[in-house]
């Protein structure tokens, strides 16, 4: 497979992962009582929606064709499924924290490729540097309780 064929793929999985990862953290954010926590995760949603912009770019800088979410909603992130039964801010956290294991992984899986270009290299260390913030954050929420602390205090 040439370079720039194998970077398309790539960077289409992750365009899809980043895509399945939004609507994860809907899902997740509809079933969290904690406003603090659901703005935090309203604020990685859309890091999410910035790395589909930029992926995107990066796709077409390389006369890729970006490919279309709605073929295969929900193939990288499985556990969009566990969260739709999940009820409360602990379980909504803990579906999260899979997923952005996963998105770690997969950015991480992507960056060890050293064919990629510099360009498109710089775009997906942010990206992967956004996952690591994310779980970090989610990391700390579960082992803290963020959900049962209230006020403004409360808002790391
Ligand atoms: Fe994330």
Known sequence: M???EKLIQRLNDLLMLDHDAVDAYE?????????MCRNKLREFQADHRRHIVDLKDCVVRYQGRARDHADIKGFFIKGMTAIQSMAGDEMALKAMQTNEKLTNQKYQEALDDLTMPDDVRSIVQRNRNDEARHLEWVNLALAQRYWEKAGPTANP
Do not use: G, P, W
């Open 2 to 4: 040439a370079v720039s």
């Open 27 to 35: 899902q997740a954010i509809k079933r969290m009582d904690s406003e």
